[in-house]
């Protein structure tokens, strides 16, 4: 949760609508603040953040841009279009949230910027920061997601936004219901990309960009580079300067530590087990390919007495914020995904990755590894190979390279 925003908000003035994209308002706003006490930051000055963007910085208490927000903020305050190759957790969210802040104006009532998230929870998560960064500049933020009611969507509608942070999903049920209008976008950003073309948002995506203004500034933000991907910066951008933090051979997180061990299929369970008792495994996330995988799996768990709980689609949204709060609490250690139900689940301090089944190929290994080891804190990924899974092992080998790969003994069941 951020802690720091101030608690003066916001509230618009006329309607306005032939007014310019730079208001004066956040000057107005920023006076009125209270004085900070984390000093701002001249690295992030450098980069050619406003006065008001620094302060909201310094709320947040950063001091020292990531390398995604480095090479990307000159761009996009220049007004260029961007296409961010990054993992999650690299400080996307500020990359981009900065420049879009920059170009609401607070007193034109209408929604000038929308941020377009694979899942509720990261969408939950961008809002946190875009809202916070809407109490210095003066916008109001609004998050569109599936597991609530539409009413309520409607209601906050009428009463005016100028960021909309929503899932394709709803954002598509509310352009079809006329309720919600992107005539007066000029900022559109695409987070975790290819974390939505994979989900089949696909057409979603189009459909929304379609309704927006060509006259924008677009930004999209992904972990790979796809052919799909390729194809929306081709139809939807114009000149996008390309920006990676990392390379193909080498974009997993830093201070994962990467261990496989090769055991037959019908062992796995146990393999699981003998590590459960004979290491302190701490807060893990455990992925499975199938729904029903992942079923089964908590079921085993659960009735061997390990706290293990299920996070996938058919979960109502309550029980899935429940799951999750456990899950972060502490009270619960082992949190059982299928990548899908993963996606945009950013969990602090999982100590460990487990792979139960080896991914379907080096990418998605990458997204599932990166779960640990955020925030310069160290975690290991732990894959189970079986005999059937060779091939795929071998083809992330290839890619993440073999030397960062530690293979470890397994005993069998039969040991």
């Known amino acids: 949760m951020i802690e720091d925003a101030p608690p003066n908000r916001r509230r618009r003035g006329g309607r306005g609508r032939g007014a310019s994209s730079t208001s004066t308002a956040p000057a107005i706003i920023e006076a009125k603040l209270p004085p900070l006490i984390t000093p701002i930051s001249e690295a992030f000055k450098a980069l050619g953040v406003d006065a008001t963007g620094l302060r909201a910085i310094a709320a947040l208490g950063f001091d020292t841009p990531t390398p995604i927000q480095q090479e990307a903020l000159p761009a996009m305050l220049a007004g260029e279009d961007v296409v961010g190759l990054a993992q999650t957790g690299t400080g996307k969210t500020l990359a981009f949230g900065l420049p879009l802040a920059r170009k609401i104006d607070p007193t034109h009532e209408a929604v000038q910027a929308i941020i377009l998230i694979p899942t509720r929870e990261l969408a939950h998560q961008v809002h946190e920061v875009i809202d916070h960064l809407g109490s210095f500049y003066g916008f109001v933020t609004l998050g569109l997601v599936g597991g609530r009611r539409v009413r309520s969507d409607m209601l906050a509608l009428e009463k005016g936004a100028h960021v909309i942070v929503g899932t394709p999903g709803r954002v598509i049920d509310h352009l079809e219901r006329g309720t919600l209008r992107l005539n007066d976008v000029h900022f559109v950003v695409l987070d975790e990309a290819d974390q939505m073309l994979d989900i089949g948002f696909a057409r979603d995506i189009d459909r929304i960009l379609r309704h927006a203004p060509k006259a924008r500034q677009t930004a999209l933000f992904s972990a790979t580079m796809p052919m799909s991907i390729a194809r929306i910066v081709h139809r939807y951008m114009r000149k996008a300067v390309e920006i990676s933090v990392t390379t193909p051979e080498q974009r997993t997180a830093e201070g994962v530590l990467q261990y496989f061990c090769e055991v037959p299929e019908r062992d796995k369970f146990y393999a699981l087990r003998h590590l459960y008792e004979t290491t302190d495994l701490g807060r893990s996330l455990i992925f499975r ?58 969990i602090p301090d999982i100590h460990h990755v487990i792979n139960f089944d080896v991914p379907q190929n080096a990418d998605e290994y990458i997204h599932r590894i990166g779960r640990t080891a955020r925030a310069g804190k160290s975690g290991s990924a732990i894959t189970f190979v079986s005999e059937w899974e060779l091939a795929e092992w071998d083809a992330i080998s290839h890619v993440v390279g073999a030397a960062a790969l530690e293979e470890i003994p397994m005993p069998t069941r039969w040991d």
């Open 289 to 346: 390919r199938t729904k029903a995988g992942v079923d089964r799996l908590t079921a085993q768990l659960q009735s061997c007495g390990v706290p293990a709980r299920a996070i996938h689609g058919d979960l109502a949204q309550g029980e899935r914020d429940r799951v999750m709060a456990d899950f972060r609490g502490g009270s619960l250690q082992f949190l059982i995904a299928t990548n899908v139900a993963a996606r945009g689940l950013d």
